[in-house]
């Protein structure tokens, strides 16, 4: 019986000294509202996870890929909480919260390079305070971007995404890059001054809630969007992205992420493998043109023109007054 008690004993003492080592914090996703919906690869906050490193910030949490130089993936909430007025800071720097003698990528390693510093969680999404926004521009949230994707189509994406915010719909969004070897604007690259790996493609998952839904409420028909955009100028240039929607499951394929882990099993099935539809969605998808009488105004699939009362009902106008026709 001493035997098994000492056993015992040095078990504990093992566990125990293990979690505190320097610089290991266990992972728990119920930490981070950004990773309610699960942690896509079980990153852990542990400096042996070289190529896994999780980070979670106020703003987002992250994946992060010591040998790549740029995140995995990136998760975070967007809600109207999320939005203000704050301007873009701007202040692109490395992130000091990895492990104090990991190398740090810099803002000077994407010069010159063809490619643009790429944001994954957007700046336009944290505008509610300066430290939000500024978090954005931490280089573990950039990732060598195709100029003609990030300025297009990835950015009309991130667009359509606040969109639906200011339409009263509450998104769990995650971004990332994967493979090696893009399309700048100085031709093709594998890796940016020997230590950024140029990912050959950039995901994006979004959920859409309704404002008030809590994650327990996602069921079989919540929308999802998932995009898979080629790292290549040549190839993105004047397109949209609703031309690159795939599923979560040929995502997890390309991957080997685990979306929705957090999610009942069938209602995971369910999400992974349905492909969204522009013209049959139950989101309100219509696109926000300008303003009439201090009110939004927004083009219908139809073609309507119409603005939102308090109420949420619809009011229609000359469609003139749309000048995105």
């Known amino acids: 019986m001493n035997l098994f008690r000492s056993l015992a004993v040095l078990a504990l003492v093992a566990v125990v000294v293990s979690s505190c080592a320097p610089g290991y914090t266990p992972a728990t996703t119920n930490q981070s509202p950004h990773l309610a919906l699960g942690n896509p690869s079980n990153a852990q906050t542990n400096p042996s996870s070289y190529d896994n490193y999780l980070l979670n910030k106020p703003q987002f949490a992250l994946s992060y890929n010591r040998s790549k130089g740029h995140a995995n993936w990136v998760a975070w909430e967007l809600s109207p909480k999320w939005l203000g007025t704050i301007d873009r800071q701007n202040d692109f720097r490395p992130d000091e919260a990895l492990p104090q003698d990991w190398p740090k990528i810099k803002p000077s390693d994407y010069s010159s390079s063809g490619f643009?510093?790429?944001h994954l969680c957007p700046s336009a999404d944290r505008t509610n305070s300066i430290p939000s926004n500024?978090?954005?521009?931490?280089?573990t949230n950039m990732i060598p971007q195709a100029p003609d994707l990030n300025r297009e189509a990835w950015e009309h994406l991130e667009q359509f995404s606040r969109e639906l915010v200011e339409k009263g719909y509450k998104l769990y969004i995650t971004a990332g890059a994967y493979g090696t070897g893009g399309e700048g604007s100085k031709g093709t690259a594998t890796k940016l001054d020997d230590v950024v790996n140029v990912p050959a493609r950039v995901y994006k998952i979004i959920v859409v809630l309704p404002g008030n839904a809590s994650v327990?409420?996602?069921?079989?028909?919540?929308?999802v969007i998932a995009v898979d955009f080629p790292n290549k100028n040549s190839t993105v240039k004047n397109t949209s992205w609703i031309r690159y929607i795939t599923t979560v499951s040929e995502l997890e394929r390309k991957t080997g992420m685990d979306f929705f882990s957090n999610l009942p099993s069938s209602t995971q099935s369910a999400l992974q493998n349905a492909r969204f539809d522009y013209r049959s969605t139950s989101i309100n998808v219509d696109t926000k043109c300008s303003v009439y009488n201090g009110n939004a105004l927004y083009i219908g699939k139809s073609g309507g023109c119409y603005y939102l009362t308090a109420s949420g009902k619809k009011t229609y106008v000359d469609r003139d007054l749309c000048d995105c026709k």
């Open 134 to 139: 500024s978090s954005t521009f931490l280089m």
């Open 216 to 223: 327990n409420e996602i069921n079989s028909t919540t929308p």
């Open 116 to 118: 643009d510093r790429g």
